[in-house]
C-alpha cells in the first residue's frame, strides 16, 4: 500500500470538497484495492465520532479491480508508428565445411503502445555448395598384391596365401571382394579310378521243361568309382529264351 499511495500523491488529482472517494483517479485508472486501503489508513487515524461515520474496511490479499475513469478525459491520442525491419544484409558463409550461409537484418523502427510490432525473422540460413577443398573424392577399395604360398612339408598338407587392404572404399567406391585369403591343397590327390563290373555269372536254368522258356544271369561292380572316377556303364541283368 505504501507504493500504491506514494504513487497516488504523486499522480492523481486533488480530490474536490466534502466529496467521497468512490474512485481514485490514478492516471486515467480507478482502482478499488486503493480504495480500501485508504479508507483502512482513515479509520485507524480517526477517533470518536468521526472513526464512527466512517465505514468499515478490511484488506485482504492482493485482488484488484481495474478500470478506466469515466469522468477523465484521455491525457493524449496513441498515434500508431508500426515496427519495420532495415533490408537483409549479404549473405555470409559460417566457414569451413558446413555448407551454411547466414544473412541478418535489424529492427529499424520499433513500435509504439499501439503500433503493430514486427513479425518475422531476423536471420534467415540456405544451404550452400560444399567448397572444393572440402570435397572428398571417390576411392575404390585397394588391395595389396598376394603374398607368396606357405611351404608344403607333406603332399597332403594345404597352403595357404592372402592380400592386405590398403585402402577402403569411399563415397561410393568400389567395395572390397569378400575373401582376403586363398587355401589349396599341396598335392595333387588320389588319381581317380573307375568302377569296373566283375564277370558275368551262370546262366540260370531254362524256366520250361519243355518247350520256349527263358534264362538270366547277372554281374555287380568289382570295384566302385573313386576319388571322381566314371561311373559303371552296361547292364547289370540279362535274360534270354531257352528250349528244354
Known amino acids: 500500500w505504501e507504493h500504491t499511495r506514494r504513487m497516488f500523491r504523486q499522480s492523481a488529482a486533488p480530490a474536490a470538497p466534502n466529496s467521497t472517494p468512490l474512485a481514485v483517479a490514478w492516471r486515467g485508472l480507478q482502482c478499488r484495492q486503493v480504495l480500501l486501503a485508504l479508507l483502512a489508513a482513515f479509520g485507524r487515524a480517526a477517533t470518536g465520532a468521526a472513526a464512527a461515520e466512517l465505514p468499515a474496511a478490511v484488506c485482504n490479499g492482493y485482488t484488484e479491480q481495474w478500470g478506466t475513469c469515466p469522468d477523465l478525459e484521455p491525457c493524449h491520442v496513441c498515434q500508431p508508428v508500426n515496427c519495420s525491419f532495415s533490408t537483409w544484409g549479404d ?6 565445411c558446413t555448407q551454411v550461409a547466414f544473412r541478418h537484418r535489424e ?3 520499433q513500435n509504439n503502445e499501439c503500433g503493430t510490432p514486427c513479425l518475422g525473422a ?5 544451404r550452400e555448395r560444399k567448397p572444393r577443398s572440402c570435397r572428398i573424392p571417390v576411392q575404390d577399395c585397394r588391395l595389396s598384391e598376394w603374398s607368396d604360398w606357405t611351404t608344403c612339408r607333406e603332399p597332403t598338407d594345404q597352403r595357404h596365401r592372402s592380400r592386405l587392404l590398403m585402402a577402403p572404399p569411399l563415397n561410393g567406391g568400389r567395395p572390397c571382394p569378400e575373401d582376403l585369403g586363398e587355401t589349396e591343397p599341396c598335392g595333387k590327390g588320389p588319381e581317380p579310378e573307375p568302377c569296373h563290373l566283375a564277370p558275368w555269372g551262370d ?3 531254362c524256366s520250361a521243361s519243355c518247350g520256349e522258356g527263358r534264362r538270366s544271369r547277372a554281374r555287380s561292380p568289382a570295384t566302385a568309382a573313386r576319388f571322381g572316377g566314371e561311373a559303371c556303364a552296361g547292364a547289370t541283368l540279362e535274360a534270354a529264351t531257352c528250349h528244354a
Open 107 to 109: 529492427i529499424k523502427v
Open 122 to 126: 531476423r536471420t534467415e540460413t540456405r
Open 91 to 96: 549473405w555470409s558463409a559460417a566457414g569451413g
Open 203 to 205: 546262366w540260370t536254368a
